[in-house]
């Protein structure tokens, strides 16, 4: 287990820094509630490694490191889970970064924090996919550079509740007006809607769209004709890494799964994931995977439409999309979506292999989207 001291500024007390365990989950779970963060449950968290078949199939790996105070109190932390990802051949141990939090009394070791994941020797490809406007400064830090495909720093989405939706608005641009306020933005905005409703009726003919609970062999199916059919990069989407993905999300109702099948099995599939923000009181979904035999991306509009309606059943405020290549965001973006400014881009990556790194400066040879990284774990 890795351990050192550091001293960076005479002011700030000294650390160490020391490989994360799972006995360390109150501390950090702690730590991340204090700042705002959402801490998974133990049994979610320790999900991210005990489950995940990348893990389990390698020896040594850290799960994140931690600095400790003088009193052994953990003031900061970073986690780092494996991900299988291919460039056409050749397959790729990739790490994700998760919830990088410091104690603000001990914010400057966040940098030397970061660079124990950065530091590590034996992965191919660092993704980091939930990058914050603070955050960013530190990823260039360390040479990361931005995906050159999709646009993250800014999503588009789709009202499915006006009424809750006006009021969560209201409520973030710090806008008093009560109900009455949020009476006429909520009826503007409806009858903006109603104009291009119609663009969202997307049928696939001669395919069925239906919701599903599990992936089932199907998906390993699916996959290994998807496999066949790019030569980019592309995260391993087996049954068993969607199942440890969205298990948990699934079980509890905060993922959906939207199929489209023929009469030779799926042609393409939507994943669609919870991201509320508590503190607006925003209920949001985000469609954060999308993928689709050759031939077969126009099936995103009925899949889209299936989710939109959904949401709107349940009373979600609204839907989501965020990022995704050229072919997929013409089509979001003919379905008349509104669209957010977000505080920084959130897709960084960084690989220390030179001609990979060559490789991936080409837009066409991603496929990026929210399954990457730890953005929809």
Request: hydrophobic content about 40%.
């Amino acid at each position: 287990m890795m351990e050192n001291r550091v001293l960076i500024a005479s002011k700030i007390a000294p650390v160490r820094f020391r490989e994360a365990t799972f006995e360390d989950y109150p501390q950090i779970a702690t730590l991340e509630s204090r700042y705002g963060l959402q801490p998974k449950t133990y049994d979610e968290w320790t999900h991210l490694w005990l489950h995940n078949p990348t893990y389990r199939r390698l020896s040594d790996w850290p799960i994140g490191w931690v600095c400790e105070n003088e009193e052994d109190e953990i003031v900061g932390c970073v986690g780092n889970v494996p991900l299988a990802y291919e460039f056409g051949n050749r397959a790729l141990i990739a790490a994700t970064s998760r919830a990088l939090v410091v104690d603000a009394r001990y914010r400057p070791y966040a940098f030397a924090l970061l660079g124990h994941f950065f530091n590590q020797t034996n992965v191919d490809l660092f993704l980091n996919t939930t990058v914050n406007a603070r955050a960013s400064t530190l990823q260039q830090a360390f040479r990361a550079t931005r995906v050159p495909a999709g646009t993250w720093d800014r999503s588009a989405f789709w009202i499915t509740n006006y009424p809750a939706f006006a009021s969560s608005l209201l409520v973030r641009k710090e806008l008093r007006g009560g109900a009455l306020l949020s009476y006429l933005l909520s009826s503007g905005l409806l009858l903006k809607d109603t104009f291009s409703r119609k663009r969202l009726r997307a049928s696939g003919k001669g395919v069925e769209i239906e919701f599903c609970e599990h992936f089932d062999e199907r998906f390993d199916v699916f996959w290994q004709r998807v496999r066949k059919s790019t030569d980019g990069l592309r995260g391993t989407r087996s049954g068993a890494v969607l199942d440890w993905h969205f298990k948990d999300a699934l079980a509890t109702g905060r993922a959906w799964v939207l199929t489209a099948s023929d009469g030779t099995g799926l042609s393409a599939y939507g994943i669609f994931r919870r991201q509320d923000n508590p503190e607006f009181g925003l209920n949001r979904i985000r469609l954060v995977d999308f993928q689709a035999l050759d031939g077969h991306v126009g099936l995103l509009k009925p899949i889209l439409f299936g989710a939109i309606e959904r949401a709107r059943r349940e009373g979600l405020h609204m839907l989501e999309a965020l990022g995704f290549c050229a072919g997929k965001q013409e089509i979001i973006e003919s379905l008349s979506p509104y669209y957010r400014e977000l505080s920084s881009w959130r897709y960084f990556y960084r690989t220390n292999d030179e001609s990979l790194a060559a490789s991936l400066k080409d837009p066409e040879v991603w496929d990026a989207t929210c399954f990457d990284g730890d953005a929809s774990l």
